[in-house]
Every structure is written in C-alpha cells, then in structure tokens.
C-alpha cells in the first residue's frame, strides 16, 4: 500500500473522530438542558405547592373568620332584639355574607386549575422520569428533599379538604344570604322551611356551646307550599322566637342541671280562619 493512501485513511479517521466529537458534545449539551428544564420543573412544582398551602391556611382562616362573626351576630341578635332593632340585623349579615362570599368564590373557582396545574407538572416529573431513569446526583437529592412521592399524595388530600372547605364556607354564606334575604325584598313567595333553617345556622354557635353536649332540635315539618309573605320579616321572627326558647332552657337547666335540653320544632297550615301558617317551637328540659 502507498504512502499517499495511508494518509488519506488517516485523514479520513481524524475526520470522522472530530464528527463524533462534535455529535457527542451535542448530546452532552442537551442532557444538561435537560437536567436544567428538569430542576426548573421541580422549583417551579415547589412554589405552586407552597402558594396552595398558603391558600389552604388563607381557606382556613376565612373559616375561622366566619365562625368567630357567627358567634359575634349570636351577642349582636340580643341587644338588636331587645331594643326592638331586628332590621339591622339583617342588614349587617347581608353585608358580611357579601364581603365572605367575594374571596371564597375566587378560591373556590380557582381551586380546579390549580389542581390541574399541579397534576401537569406531576405527570411532566413522572415521563421525565422514565426517559431519564438516572438523574444527576442534583436531581436525586432533590428528589428526596420534596418527597415526591409524599407531595403527590399529600396534593390530593389537600385540594380534598380545600374543597370540602370552601363549599361548606359556601353553605354557611347562602344560609347568611337567605336569613338577610339579600337577593329578595318585600312581599313575594318564599319557602318556610329555607328561612327557618338559615335562622338556625346563624344561632349554631350558641346552639353547640351549650353545656355540655349543646341543645338537640326536634324537627317536626309537615310538607308546607311556599307561601306569600315577608321572608326577611318572618326570619327575624323565627330568630326572636327561637333566642327566647334557648334563654328559657338556660334558666330552666341552671335550675334542673338536665343533660339532654332540647327544642322541638312544628310548621303546619292552620285551618281555622282560613290556611294561615302555624308554628309550635317548644324548648324542655
């Protein structure tokens, strides 16, 4: 074989040697992109993980929040009744119903896009994961500082309870909104059993700190039709006559020390005179 052949081969070689070199830096250059995108992912995992237990104690303390003006309209009810004042009453719910309802909707209509951010960066580690089965030593520490398994499971639970938060958050402001009747005024159409049951939400706190296991209700409904009335009226009238029942078991248990003081409730039709609504809220002890 001549010289001038060897030297081509050899050329050709060290040719071949720079392309692979270059192929090689390549895909060295784009594994570290893709750890980089992958550490990313992980900060990024972390901070919405963060901004939804921030949300969740936010949830919480709104909850705490509602509880605490509960039981604030439980002292307020009293001194409006006694100096004949029920109207303001309704005026001061309708107006903290609004101002709960405003942050916790905007929680509760977010709460599904944030799960499902949560779960697309999730489901972006776990494919990661199994095009790159072995991370740098970076990413496998980081891995198990975030417990990735944990944070996954522990994500449910937590938009889970969130939930359950917000929507009972949710219920408690539409029974404030029906006792206020905030979307009604005047005479109209309404139904009974709704306006006494949002008058019994707003007296639960004192209904539950009873000594010792709270007041039992008794509900005796018959199947009553909506009827003409003045709902924001008639709810100020139930709370006027329920307060009265619990202050008389408070005498009547302070005397007797009764452990199971309870309330019975009755709403009927009246036939005498005509179909006028009748009621019976009898407390014993």
């Given at each position: 074989m001549e010289p001038t052949d060897d030297l081509t081969r050899i050329k050709e070689l060290e040719r071949k040697v720079r392309t692979l070199e270059r192929k090689l830096m390549r895909s060295e250059t784009d594994r570290q992109e893709l750890e980089k995108a992958s550490e990313?992912?992980?900060?990024?995992l972390k901070n919405v993980i963060r901004e939804l237990e921030e949300s969740k104690i936010v949830l919480e303390d709104r909850g705490d929040d509602l509880e605490a003006t509960l039981t604030n309209l439980k002292t307020l009810q009293?001194?409006?009744?006694?100096?004949?004042?029920?109207?303001?009453?309704?005026?001061?719910?309708?107006?903290?119903?609004?101002?709960?309802?405003?942050?916790?909707?905007?929680?509760?209509?977010?709460?599904?896009?944030?799960?499902?951010h949560v779960q697309d960066l999730l489901r972006l580690i776990r494919l990661y994961q199994q095009q790159y089965p072995e991370p740098t030593a970076a990413v496998r520490h980081e891995l198990d500082a975030i417990d990735l398994e944990f944070l996954e499971y522990d994500s449910a639970r937590m938009f889970q309870s969130m939930t359950?938060?917000?929507?009972?958050?949710?219920?408690?402001?539409?029974?404030?909104r029906t006792f206020s009747r905030l979307d009604?005024?005047?005479?109209?159409?309404?139904?009974?059993?709704?306006?006494?049951?949002?008058t019994l939400v707003i007296l639960n706190s004192r209904l539950k700190s009873f000594y010792p296991n709270g007041i039992q209700l008794i509900k005796e409904y018959s199947s009553l039709p909506s009827i003409a009335c003045y709902p924001g009226a008639l709810n100020q009238v139930?709370?006027?006559?329920?307060?009265?029942a619990i202050d008389s078991l408070e005498e009547r248990v302070a005397l007797d020390h009764h452990p199971d003081p309870t309330i019975a409730f009755g709403l009927n039709l009246s036939k005498k005179n005509g179909s006028k609504l009748a009621w019976l809220i009898m407390p014993w002890a």
């Open positions: 990313v992912r992980e900060v990024v009293v001194k409006l009744v006694e100096s004949e004042k029920m109207s303001a009453l309704g005026i001061l719910v309708a107006g903290i119903a609004h101002e709960i309802n405003n942050p916790v909707s905007f929680i509760y209509g977010n709460m599904p896009y944030a799960k499902a359950v938060g917000a929507e009972r958050i949710r219920e408690i402001v539409k029974s404030l009604e005024s005047g005479f109209k159409v309404a139904d009974i059993h709704e306006g006494l049951e949002s139930f709370l006027n006559i329920i307060v009265n």
